[in-house]
């Protein structure tokens, strides 16, 4: 075994990778008082009561390679379900199709979750753990007590299950307050303008290239064309060329 195997601060939370930026930078007694104080591997009561009040969460995923992607997660409250101290579950509802969390939980399964009280209390809690994509109806098997969502457009056929790993506070010093207000949103919809159509440009910018690539493909011939019938000839061929004036 090597050195760096019997690493006593293997058995801490987190990476060789942030144990080695706490030496370096001389946090370590901070990091470890953090550990030992608020990184639990199980949701205690206080964070259950959180995750049940919680409306939207981000969810950062990695394919096999590393290659990351964050998205938003967004329902009424409760949507998360606590199905246990060490088990949380959230329903994918129809999106765009891609499928990138998806798919990258099928090639690693650790997820990072982080939910924030933007409103009353400005703090946070991260979930980090494994996962797995159930269908609804295995799910219910196993949970026959999961409700089920009223609206069409919230009714999931998939949901992602996560053993909880990892489970501590997001400190509130730099988290806005935000003032929620009334918003009816068309869960479901695969029309383009309540999903925000195409906000960015990106699609027009897209169809202007293509269609500037597309002249510009077509340019070089013309240009063969008219430069031949265009071009002087050599001076020693123009007609009258070398004539006595």
Not at 147 to 158: C, K, S
Request: glycine letters at 10%; a negative charge.
């Amino acid at each position: 075994m090597t050195d760096a195997a019997l690493d006593p601060r293997d058995l801490l939370p987190g990476s060789r990778g942030e144990h080695r930026l706490q030496e370096r930078l001389g946090t370590v007694n901070r990091a470890e008082r953090f550990y030992g104080d608020q990184v639990r591997d199980r949701l205690l009561p206080t964070m259950i009561e959180f995750v049940q009040r919680m409306s939207m969460m981000f969810v950062a995923t990695s394919d096999g390679h590393g290659e990351c992607d964050n998205s938003l997660r967004a329902g009424p409250e409760g949507f998360v379900e606590v199905l246990d101290d060490r088990h949380v579950a959230y329903p994918e509802y129809r999106g765009n199709g891609v499928l990138a969390s998806l798919g990258n939980i099928a090639e690693n399964p650790h997820v990072g979750i982080l939910m924030v009280d933007f409103v009353e209390d400005l703090i946070g809690l991260h979930v980090n753990g494994t996962a797995r994509v159930v269908e609804d109806a295995e799910l219910r098997d196993e949970y026959p007590d999961l409700p089920v969502d009223p609206a069409p457009g919230r009714r999931a056929e998939l949901w992602v299950v996560v053993e909880v790993e990892e489970a501590y506070i997001h400190c509130r010093k730099h988290i806005p307050r935000m003032v929620p207000t009334d918003r009816r949103r068309r869960w479901g919809t695969d029309a383009a303008a309540p999903k925000g159509g195409d906000f960015f440009g990106s699609a027009a910018a897209r169809r202007a290239e293509e269609a500037e690539d597309a002249a510009g493909a077509e340019l070089p011939g013309r240009r063969l064309e008219s430069d031949l019938g265009d071009e002087p000839a050599p001076s020693g061929e123009r007609e009258g060329a070398g004539a006595a004036s």
